[in-house]
C-alpha cells in the first residue's frame, strides 16, 4: 500500500472519467464522432491531471500513462475501470 493513499474522491474521479470512455464510445457509433473525440480529450485531460496530483494511482494501473498515449483506453477503459472501483470498494469497506 501506498505511503500516501489515494482519497476516495480522486478514485471516483478517475472512475467518472473512465465511463467518459465508454459514452464516447456509444457517441462514436452513433455517428457523433466530434463529440466521440471530445469526450476522449476531456477524459484524458482529467485522468492526466489526477496520475500528476496523485503518482500513487499508478500502483493500480501501472500502464496508465502508456495506455493514455497511445490511446489503448478507447478499447480498454473497462479494466482500469475495474482496478478503481475494486480500491473504492476496498477503502469504503474499511480494507485499505
Given at each position: ?73 478507447t478499447y480498454s477503459w473497462p479494466t482500469v475501470l475495474e482496478a478503481m472501483e475494486q480500491a473504492i470498494a476496498d477503502r469504503t469497506?474499511?480494507?485499505?
Open positions: 500500500m501506498s505511503k500516501n493513499p489515494i482519497p476516495v474522491e480522486v478514485l471516483e474521479q478517475v472512475s467518472r472519467l473512465l465511463h467518459l470512455y465508454g459514452v464516447a464510445n456509444d457517441a462514436f457509433d452513433h455517428g457523433s464522432v466530434d463529440e466521440a473525440a471530445q469526450l476522449r480529450q476531456r477524459a484524458t485531460r482529467g485522468i492526466r491531471a489526477a496520475l500528476a496530483e496523485h503518482p500513487s494511482l499508478l500502483e493500480l494501473a501501472p500502464r496508465l500513462p502508456e495506455m493514455l498515449d497511445r490511446g489503448l483506453l469497506s474499511g480494507g485499505g
